[in-house]
């Protein structure tokens, strides 16, 4: 069964405090693997697709890469207004196949 | 172009109601997901609709829950029968290819 687990479940970083957070898959072929930061009480909002092992994406502070098994969101020199939670989510390779999300890091980011 | 409208946002039902949730997909946008969040938790799949045909419904219960999305107009997720456990958070997501996708607010609902 296709599987999604990020870790750590909860980070508390101070500003300017770099961190990654990790999100391993098992899933029978990646059509994609898709990042998404959600505030309370929001939507998530879509952040990256990544498609194959060693691809990387960057978006101000943060840049997702991928592995085999895994991947890394990372967080350069993070700002109070970048505490969200961050969701990870996995879609397997076959046609018409679900979209499945993991728990998410919840981020804290104190001034 | 506007984002995904999930319409209302809030939902006020007495159990034993109906509850009926509205997603007007982005435009252009013909695969439309549908995900349940309690608090502190993740997303949880419901059903993957393209239209006029579900693709997938292997999150949905198979009682009191179904789910459709006509040619013309929004999908929508119906709840029959409402009981207390069916209180959440209700995201619809849409996808112009069925990959990357984009959520609205989500519903709100609360049985009573």
């Known amino acids: 069964e296709d599987q999604v687990t990020q870790s750590p479940e909860a980070l508390r970083l101070q500003e300017g405090e770099s961190s990654s957070l990790n999100c391993s898959y098992t899933?029978?072929?990646?059509?994609?693997l898709f990042w998404y930061r959600q505030d309370p009480g929001k939507g998530p909002e879509f952040l990256f697709t990544l498609y194959s092992a060693g691809e990387e994406k960057e978006k101000e502070r943060l840049k997702a890469t991928l592995t085999k098994k895994e991947s890394f969101l990372h967080i350069t020199a993070p700002k109070p207004e970048d505490s969200a939670t961050y969701l990870c989510a996995v879609q397997a390779g076959n046609r018409d196949d679900k979209i499945i999300f993991g728990k998410g890091t919840r981020l804290h980011i104190l001034p | 172009n506007a984002g995904v409208m999930q319409n209302p946002r809030h939902l006020v039902r007495r159990r034993g109601q109906e509850a009926r949730l509205r997603c007007s997909p982005m435009?252009?946008?013909?695969?439309v997901y549908w995900y349940r969040q309690l608090p502190e938790e993740g997303l949880k799949f419901m059903v993957y609709l393209q239209k006029e045909n579900i693709i997938d419904e292997s999150g949905m219960p198979k009682e009191r829950f179904s789910a459709e999305f006509p040619k013309e107009g929004p999908s929508i997720l119906r709840i029959q029968q409402v009981v207390r456990g069916d209180s959440a958070a209700y995201f619809c997501?849409?996808?112009?290819?069925?990959?990357?996708?984009?959520f609205g607010q989500g519903t709100r609902l609360t049985v009573v």
């Open positions: 899933v029978s072929g990646l059509r994609g």
């Open positions: 435009k252009g946008h013909s695969h």
């Open positions: 997501a849409s996808s112009p290819t069925g990959a990357e996708a984009f």
